[in-house]
Each structure stands twice: as C-alpha cells, then as structure tokens.
C-alpha cells in the first residue's frame, strides 16, 4: 500500500509580474464573476495593473503545491490601509488558503499602518473575526451582496 502523500498548506507569495496578475485575476473571475454572479464592471477597477502596485496596492496569490487558488489584495486610502479582493476557489476553501492571504497581508502593511480595514461578505464575518476583526456600522450592499465593514487595529511602537 502506498503512503498518502503529504499535504501541501497554502504558500502566498506577492504577485510581481503579469503571470502571477492573470492567475489572480483568473481566481477572482471565477470567485466572483462566475459563483457570485458581480458585473465584471465592478470587479476590475483602477488598481490591478502592475503599474500601480508599488505606489498604491500590493496583490497577493496563495498557492497548493503548484496550483494557485486563492488571492487578495492592500491598498493604502486616506483612512488606513483595506484589504480587499479576496477569493479563494471553491475546491480550496478550507485548505487555510484564506488565513494564509490575511496573515501575509498583515505582514506587508506600509510603516506606520495603524488601522486596517475591509468589506466582508456578510456570510465571511466570522472567517475575519477569527483573525481578528470587528464589525463596524451597518450591513450594506456591494455589486448586490451584503457587506460589512470590519476594522483591525494595530498597535506598533
């Protein structure tokens, strides 16, 4: 008999060139625009291209072994800095695909971050309390799904 070959956990890596880029935006097409019936209008917005990365935003691709399956993104704003886009394919959630996208987030925030937010799908909210998050204001809706804002704060020397 043959030994089960060991399970792969979730690697993320920060997405640095085009290929990375098309296979995050390939996950957030199928997450999104495909599950969850959003407009491809409202998904892609401003700050995908590469160009704008290191000066606004930073993507972010989780991987299984070879496979990428997940992906999300930061973006510093006025007010601090959100967390956004995340996806992670139906056939990997559960993996620790997702945790693993947050906590390499948390570890890019820029110098001197002291609040970090997000919009989470009303049926996620206890996936971002677990890593810490708090609900704050009232449900809303984006691209037709209910939403919450959440809120991390940061506490640094």
């Known amino acids: ?70 992906t999300a993104r930061l973006r510093k704003t006025e007010t601090g800095v959100k967390l956004e886009r995340f996806a992670v394919l139906l056939e990997a959630r559960k993996s620790g695909a997702g945790r693993a996208l947050i906590r390499a987030c948390l570890e890019h925030l820029p110098p001197g971050t002291h609040l970090v937010y997000l919009h989470a799908q009303e049926h996620a909210l206890g996936f971002y309390e677990k890593a810490g998050f708090r609900s704050v204001g009232e449900r809303f809706f984006e691209a037709g799904i209910p939403h919450f804002k959440m809120q991390l704060e940061i506490e640094r020397d």
């Open 1 to 70: 008999m043959q030994a089960d070959s060991p399970i792969s956990l979730p690697q993320v890596v920060l997405i640095q060139n085009q290929e990375m880029l098309d296979l995050a935006l390939a996950i957030r097409h199928q997450v999104f625009v495909v599950e969850q019936k959003v407009d491809p209008t409202e998904e892609y917005d401003s700050f995908d291209p590469l160009e704008v990365h290191s000066a606004h935003c930073a993507h972010f691709l989780a991987q299984v072994g070879e496979k990428a399956v997940g």
